[in-house]
């Protein structure tokens, strides 16, 4: 439970759409999370029915807020009031070797290889029982959040 608050004090994401239920490391660089791929989620509904496999998308969005993560836990403390939101502006290179099924903990490691002003350039990795599922490279922007 203790993890949950962390996260939720970390980034906007919430339930449903929060992808991440632990920060198991973190360094100035990187970060490793993990999810618990629950077998009644309702997306498993209809992707693929009698053969329910994880949508790619959302275990980039996994991966994009672990990368979130990492920028919330190197950004200095918010200035008075000021909140400020990670946004996806980049995606390259995605690459699927695995499919990830109900009942699968994912563990995700995001690498920072790169900052350009509010712009920092990432790698993502997913990983189930230690074989690589998904690879992407992505961006994300620190914006002002709107008053």
Request: glycine residues 6%; hydrophobic residues 45%.
């Amino acid at each position: 439970m203790q993890q949950i608050k962390e996260i939720l004090a970390l980034i906007p994401h919430r339930p449903p759409f929060l992808w991440v239920d632990r920060i198991i490391a973190c360094a100035e660089n990187w970060i490793i999370t993990e999810k618990d791929i629950a077998p009644d989620l309702d997306v498993f509904h209809g992707h693929y029915p009698g053969n329910p496999i994880m949508p790619g998308v959302i275990l980039c969005e996994a991966i994009f807020q672990s990368g979130a993560l990492l920028m919330a836990k190197r950004n200095s403390p918010r200035s008075q009031g000021e909140f400020q939101l990670p946004v996806l502006t980049r995606i390259g290179g995605a690459k699927f070797k695995k499919p990830v099924f109900p009942g699968d903990t994912v563990q995700i490691k995001v690498t920072l290889t790169e900052t350009i002003a509010n712009a920092c350039f990432f790698q993502g990795t997913l990983k189930v029982a230690e074989k690589v599922a998904v690879i992407v490279d992505f961006v994300c922007a620190m914006v002002k959040s709107p008053p």
